[in-house]
């Protein structure tokens, strides 16, 4: 089993559809990432959450620490919101800053 | 504007040849990272640097070679051990580990060995 498990893998939406990508995760953490991945490839930090709740622009993001699960949500999604989404966290347990990534949720937003 | 920068963005090499991939960071991060994306997996480790001079293996190291002569450069060099060698790489960096941070992605090379 993953150490970090993200659903649904793929996810279809009509334009303006509110949309929430979950993620959980089997090790004590210290911090949790997501992360946005472009068609191209390159890749965006999103958010890093330890607890409570973040927002920017039309995304949100929370995190349970008790329940070992974060969710990313995005209210009136947009064509230009396609993408894979990741979750990856920073384990307790490992050294330094390693962090171990879910497989992604690839989100296709249609107009 | 600070950043990490991978190049090329495509890369085709012949089987056996070894290659090196780019990685530099303006952002003064102590750390920096390689990782190996394939289809339907998540981002996987390959090595890790925590400061100049020193670097340690990841998940998948074998195959695979780094230096870090230089704080803001990580050079990955894919050899001719490694088996599967196509796949997209992408380099990252952070502040020093044990502080809450952000980690900073390149654009990633998409490798292809042929």
């Known amino acids: 089993k993953n150490e970090v498990e993200q659903s649904p893998q793929n996810l279809t939406a009509q334009e303006g559809e509110f949309i929430t990508i979950n993620c959980s995760y089997s090790?004590?953490?210290?911090?949790l990432h997501w992360l946005q991945q472009h068609p191209g490839g390159g890749i965006v930090s999103l958010f890093m959450?330890?607890?409570g709740k973040k927002k920017h622009g039309r995304l949100i993001a929370t995190i349970n620490i008790q329940e070992k699960h974060s969710s990313l949500h995005i209210t009136a999604s947009h064509p230009r919101d396609s993408a894979v989404y990741i979750c990856?966290?920073?384990?307790?347990?490992?050294?330094?800053?390693?962090?171990?990534f879910g497989e992604g949720t690839q989100l296709t937003v249609n107009p | 504007d600070g950043g990490i920068t991978q190049s090329p963005k495509y890369l085709f090499r012949k089987e056996g040849q070894n290659v090196t991939l780019s990685c530099e960071q303006n952002?003064?991060?102590?750390?920096m990272y390689w990782y190996r994306q394939d289809p339907g997996q998540g981002l996987r480790l390959i090595y890790y640097?925590?400061?100049?001079?020193?670097?340690q293996k990841g998940d998948i190291a074998e195959g695979y070679s780094v230096s870090r002569e230089k704080k803001e450069s990580f050079p990955l060099t894919v050899t001719s051990a490694q088996k599967n060698p196509t796949a997209f790489y992408l380099c990252?960096?952070?502040?020093?580990?044990?502080?809450?941070?952000?980690?900073?992605f390149g654009q990633g090379t998409r490798l292809t060995v042929v």
């Open positions: 990252a960096s952070s502040i020093v580990p044990g502080r809450l941070t952000e980690a900073f």
């Open positions: 090790v004590g953490i210290s911090a």
């Open positions: 959450l330890s607890s």
């Open positions: 990856a966290v920073r384990s307790v347990e490992t050294s330094g800053s390693r962090l171990t």
């Open positions: 952002l003064n991060h102590d750390a």
């Open positions: 640097s925590q400061i100049v001079n020193d670097f």
